[in-house]
């Protein structure tokens, strides 16, 4: 069966301060991969999404980057983290079924505590 | 652009009753999918439920049931015999089935409280 990992699960770095979230998806080979980010109260906002090994697109602009080394690992990056980073990060695979799609399963998602 | 709305930021139940969430979503597309989910405390988000856009009979998942209206673009999720593990943050999706590659957009969630 497929799995998720998703790591740290709790982090509190100081702004300005690198950032390096890591996930890894077992069991499915070429999924597509997802970084969501949801703010305090919010929903979730698309953050990047990969469906290849070195494809990346991003959906919002900002201090963030994404980085997918290998087919099943997806890299959540940033220099210099900024009071607006805190959050919840959540990650994310799908795959294509005969319909051409499938949901998302997600992972158990990193809380960001920027201070 | 696809965007998903929904109107109720927090909902109430008693316990075995039934309680209705609402959603609606616009876009120009015609075959889409579109996903309920449930994001307890733990914030681990679970599938509940999903609605293929070309059927037109509602998905039924147990307890769990929507009403798909696509002339309307609405997708609401009805809870029926409501339990205290219900009691989450529920999320409606919408997924374009045209590009493989394309993420789920979500709405912004509506909470739901199970008394007793």
């Known amino acids: 069966s497929q799995t998720i990992h998703q790591w740290p699960a709790t982090l509190v770095q100081p702004v300005g301060s690198p950032l390096s979230l890591e996930c890894t998806v077992e069991?499915?080979?070429?999924?597509?991969l997802y970084w969501y980010r949801q703010a305090a109260g919010r929903g979730l906002q698309l953050l990047f999404y990969?469906?290849?090994?070195?494809?990346i697109s991003s959906e919002v602009p900002q201090n963030l980057s994404a980085s997918r080394p290998q087919d099943r690992q997806f890299i959540l990056s940033s220099k210099k983290l900024l009071l607006s980073d805190s959050g919840f990060y959540l990650c994310?695979?799908?795959?294509?079924?005969?319909?051409?799609?499938?949901?998302?399963?997600f992972g158990q998602g990193t809380r960001l505590t920027v201070v | 652009a696809q965007t998903v709305t929904q109107s109720q930021p927090e909902m109430s139940v008693q316990e075995a009753e039934t309680v209705t969430l609402s959603c609606t979503y616009d876009?120009?597309?015609?075959?889409?999918?579109l996903f309920w989910y449930k994001q307890p405390p733990s914030r681990q988000m679970i599938l509940v439920i999903r609605?293929?856009?070309?059927?037109?009979q509602n998905a039924t998942e147990n307890r769990f049931s929507v009403n798909f209206q696509k002339a309307a673009k609405s997708f609401s999720l009805k809870i029926s015999d409501s339990q205290l593990g219900d009691a989450a943050m529920y999320f409606c999706?919408?997924?374009?089935?045209?590009?493989?590659?394309?993420?789920?957009?979500f709405g912004k969630g509506t909470t739901l409280s199970v008394s007793s």
């Open positions: 994310a695979w799908s795959v294509l079924d005969r319909q051409g799609a499938t949901e998302a399963f």
């Open positions: 069991g499915t080979s070429n999924p597509n």
């Open positions: 990969s469906v290849g090994i070195g494809q």
């Open positions: 876009t120009s597309e015609s075959d889409y999918y």
């Open positions: 609605q293929e856009a070309y059927k037109q």
């Open positions: 999706a919408y997924r374009s089935a045209y590009q493989a590659g394309t993420a789920l957009i």
